[in-house]
């Protein structure tokens, strides 16, 4: 297991990620988080049949099997880019439109279940991946969106976005979801 992993500095992720890194930041352990969230997400979505799964709060936004279809995707592209600048690798890695990401994918038509091992798999993929990191991979920085970004944030926002989507699961989501 790694040793702590400390809270990255301000200029080590652009601003737009501030409260995906403060949301993790109120974790005692962000690797023991990372971790951690794969029984929290069972345990929220589990109880759910897949009819419920595609609730959502309101004709604009992502039904529940959205959301963790969402929350796949950008564990792939978090995760590739830790890879990538935790490897020293300089070349300056896109963003992505995660709006496009959700339509094109066709989550609602996917059950519930293969959504949260799909999640669930990439996330242990990704503890193994940062379990046998030391330091200077996670201290190094790139460029990702056209900002620099490190390897540390990276983690960091990685567990600050799940705990972003799990908020608003459990406030807007499943309490109606619930119950239809």
């Known amino acids: 297991m790694p040793k702590q992993i400390s809270l990255p500095a301000v200029d080590e ?24 969230q794969i029984d929290e997400l069972h345990l929220a979505l589990d109880p759910l049949t897949d009819l419920q799964a595609r609730f959502k709060p309101g004709p604009a936004e992502w039904s529940i099997k959205e959301v963790i279809g969402h929350l796949s995707d950008v564990e792939r592209v978090f995760s590739y880019r830790l890879l990538r600048i935790s490897r020293n690798d300089a070349t300056p890695l896109p ?5 496009d990401y959700v339509r094109e994918a ?7 279940s293969d959504l949260v091992s799909e999640f669930e798999y990439m996330r242990r993929a990704n503890l193994l991946a940062i379990q046998h990191m030391s330091a200077d991979p996670i201290d190094r920085r790139g460029i990702a969106s056209g900002m620099t970004v ?3 944030a990276l983690i960091f926002m ?12 459990h406030e807007k989501y499943l309490p109606t979801a619930t119950t239809s």
């Open 13 to 36: 992720y652009a601003p737009f990620y501030s409260d995906y890194i403060q949301r993790a930041s109120q974790r005692e352990d962000v690797y023991e988080a990372l971790s951690c």
């Open 95 to 99: 963003g992505f439109e995660q709006e």
């Open 158 to 169: 990685m567990v600050g976005h799940v705990d972003h989507h799990m908020a608003s699961l």
């Open 106 to 112: 066709d989550f609602d038509d996917f059950s519930l």
């Open 150 to 152: 490190s390897a540390r």
